[in-house]
T-cell receptor
Framework: DAGITQSPRHKVTETGTPVTLRCHQT?????MYWYRQDPGHGLRLIHY???????DKGEVSDGYSVSRSKTEDFLLTLESATSSQTSVYFC?????????????FGPGTRLTVT | RKEVEQDPGPFNVPEGATVAFNCTYS??????FFWYRQDCRKEPKLLMS???SGNEDGRFTAQLNRASQYISLLIRDSKLSDSATYLC????????????FGKGTHLIIQP
C-alpha cells in the first residue's frame, strides 16, 4: 500500500462544467503523476509533478491543468469537461527502489461526462 | 510503430499450466522495464521489475532481451487468481518523466 487516495472515486458531470480530481499521498514522495486509461489504449500520461509548484506536460495534456501547492496533494482540473474526457483517471507516485524508479497507483477515479 | 506492443489475448489457460507472454518495445534507449498486473476495474499493481540478468519471484520469471527489444513473463503452475490483465511497461528515459504502457495481455485461468 503506497498510501495514495483519490477523490472522488466516481463522478458524473455535464459537458462544459469544470471538474477537479484530487490525489493525496501520505509518504512524502516527490514525483506524482496523472494518467488516463481508455479501452484500446494503454495508460497515457497527462501531467506529472516533480515537486511543489513544479509540473510538466505528458502525452495527452490538452484540456487538462494541474496544480501542486503542497507535497501531499496533486490536483487535476478539467476546465471545461468534454465527452472525450470520459475515462478512468489514475494518480501515481514514484519511489526509488535501489537503482530503479517504481510507480505505484491510486485506486482511480471513474469520470463520466454526459 | 507503437512504442510498447503486446498480444491482447485473451489467453485461456488451464489451471496448473505454464503460460508465457512477450512484449516488444521500439525505443532502443529504454532503460527500465516492468510487468504490472491489473484486475478488472482496479488500479495497476507492480508485479515485478525486469532486470538485464532476468529475475524470478516465486512462480513468476521475467526476462529481458535488449538485442531483440523484448521482455517476457513466464507464469508457472498457474492459479485461478492469476487471471488478470498483464501490462508491459517501459521507462524510456530511465528518469522520472513517466512510463509507457502496453495495452495489456488478458489472461484467463480456467479450472
Amino acid at each position: 500500500d503506497a498510501g495514495i487516495t483519490q477523490s472522488p472515486r466516481h463522478k458524473v458531470t455535464e459537458t462544459g462544467t469544470p471538474v477537479t480530481l484530487r490525489c493525496h499521498q501520505t509518504e512524502n514522495h516527490r514525483y506524482m503523476y496523472w494518467y488516463r486509461q481508455d479501452p484500446g489504449h494503454g495508460l497515457r500520461l497527462i501531467h506529472y509533478s516533480y515537486g511543489v509548484k513544479d509540473t510538466d506536460k505528458g502525452e495527452v495534456s490538452d484540456g487538462y491543468s494541474v496544480s501542486r501547492s503542497k507535497t501531499e496533494d496533486f490536483l487535476l482540473t478539467l476546465e471545461s469537461a468534454t465527452s472525450s474526457q470520459t475515462s478512468v483517471y489514475f494518480c501515481a507516485i514514484q519511489s526509488l527502489a535501489g537503482d530503479e524508479y517504481e510507480q505505484y497507483f491510486g485506486p482511480g477515479t471513474r469520470l463520466t461526462v454526459t | 510503430r507503437k512504442e510498447v506492443e503486446q498480444d491482447p489475448g485473451p489467453f485461456n489457460v488451464p489451471e496448473g499450466a505454464t503460460v508465457a507472454f512477450n512484449c516488444t518495445y521500439s525505443n532502443s534507449a529504454s532503460q527500465s522495464f516492468f510487468w504490472y498486473r491489473q484486475d478488472c476495474r482496479k488500479e495497476p499493481k507492480l508485479l515485478m521489475s525486469v532486470y538485464s540478468s532476468g529475475n524470478e519471484d516465486g512462480r513468476f520469471t521475467a526476462q529481458l532481451n535488449r538485442a531483440s527489444q523484448y521482455i517476457s513473463l513466464l507464469i508457472r503452475d498457474s492459479k485461478l487468481s492469476d487471471s488478470a490483465t498483464y501490462l508491459c511497461v517501459v521507462n524510456i528515459g530511465g528518469g522520472a518523466d513517466g512510463l509507457t504502457f502496453g495495452k495489456g495481455t488478458h489472461l484467463i485461468i480456467q479450472p
